[in-house]
């Protein structure tokens, strides 16, 4: 490893302290369902975190799990997205986390953050090491993901290493804030309506496949699960990557999960890519007959929809319960009908400008993740990365 004069190696092995966590037994209503964050290897979706959508009680907390302070690094160990992706943040405030994923305690010699990014920088060389863990579960070996080395500089140079890429996390962060936020009040705006009228009313259920390994066209947007867990961003791939026919999408949509209802996924598809749109067959293609993506999406993200599915739900797995299409479908809903113009007007434009921070989000995420290689060789100064930054924040 090539680096400036004044940088170092030194193996993540032996950059901190390293902590493993674990999970309060599910079936002890005295653990779960408090106020503080527990972090897994699917909730682990941001660089900065600070909630996750599962959390414990401060019993829970001290039962089975591991309690963490804030600027503590976290990352993904064994998972199905190690397949693809490593996944790695630190903690914003005291939380706990799940043995899929390890914790470390940057040493005195290193600013946390700084510390964070070195080892996302080496995401080609983990994603290397990774093995298979049985049925498609990605997995690090410990002995192996100590021995990756990073260079560190000076700590100056690690604060302001870290500064400059953390303008872009915090714009990040500051829109994923915004944006659920905005999606909450998507939702408050339609739950006040009490007239209902079954689902099938009010959308067209798409069932169209295709055989992604018989289309020629060079790429496609694929509306995976792991997909909409990660950014709710679809993934531009090769169709000859994706496995067994998928939904065609080619209308403005809305995509709901028939899997485990209790963990909503429900995906506005306000504008397509500009190319082939498939998606999982785990999902519903639900276009809007009379409505906007936006106004649809908030009355299915209604809490009494989303309690009425898990009424429906089939499957002996917790993790593995499904919806029939048809008793989907039925599901009552608010009638749009009966909703006035206006509120149905802004519920649309405040679905737009989601769609808007979405997008933003993912621009950033390209600059920091150019950006990021060339900062930790040395090869890129601070001094030259910060006009970059500045015009993208």
């Not at 963490?68 to 990352?75: E, G």
């Not at 009490?194 to 259920?205: F, G, I, M, Q, R």
């Amino acid at each position: 490893m090539s680096l400036p004069h004044g940088w170092n190696t030194t193996p993540i092995g032996e950059a901190g302290k390293w902590l493993s966590g674990g999970t309060p037994s599910t079936g002890n209503s005295e653990y779960w369902n408090g106020d503080i964050p527990w972090i897994s290897s699917g909730s682990l979706t941001n660089f900065r975190l600070t909630t996750s959508d599962r959390k414990v009680t401060a019993k829970g907390a001290e039962n089975g799990t591991r309690m963490v302070q804030p600027r503590t690094i976290l990352m993904v160990v064994r998972g199905m997205s190690l397949k693809s992706e490593f996944r790695i943040g630190v903690a914003m405030r005291p939380m706990t986390f799940g043995q899929d994923c390890k914790a470390l305690v940057a040493g005195e010699s290193f600013d946390p953050t700084f510390l964070a990014y070195a080892i996302l920088a080496q995401t080609p060389k983990i994603l290397g090491i990774v093995d298979e863990a049985g049925h498609g579960t990605g997995r690090l070996n410990s002995d192996q993901l100590y021995a990756v080395e990073i260079g560190v500089p000076p700590m100056p140079e690690q604060r302001a290493i870290a500064e400059v890429l953390g303008a872009l996390d915090d714009k990040i962060a500051a829109n994923t804030k915004l944006a659920t936020t905005t999606t909450s009040l998507m939702t408050e705006l339609i739950a006040s309506y009490s007239a209902t009228v079954p689902l099938s009313d009010v959308v067209d259920h798409r069932k169209t496949s295709r055989n992604p390994s018989a289309l020629s066209r060079g790429r496609v947007a694929h509306f995976s699960l792991p997909a909409f867990d990660l950014d709710k961003s679809p993934e531009v791939c090769e169709p000859s990557t994706i496995k067994s026919n998928k939904f065609l999408i080619d209308k403005p949509s809305v995509l709901i999960s028939k899997l485990n209802p209790r963990f909503p996924r429900i995906w506005d598809v306000a504008t397509l890519p500009g190319m082939m749109s498939l998606a999982s067959t785990e999902f519903l293609v639900l276009e809007p007959k009379s409505i906007s993506t936006a106004v649809l999406f908030a009355i299915l993200s209604q809490p009494s929809f989303s309690a009425s599915l898990q009424t429906q739900v089939a499957g002996t797995s917790s993790s593995h319960q499904r919806v029939k299409p048809s008793d989907l479908m039925a599901t009552r809903i608010p009638n749009p009908a009966a909703i006035p113009e206006s509120v149905l007007a802004q519920i649309t434009s405040l679905g737009a400008h989601t769609a808007l921070m979405r997008l933003e989000n993912k621009t950033l995420s390209a600059t920091r993740d150019a950006l990021l290689p060339q900062l930790m060789s040395g090869k890129l100064r601070v001094k030259d990365a910060e006009p970059l930054v500045s015009a993208a924040v």
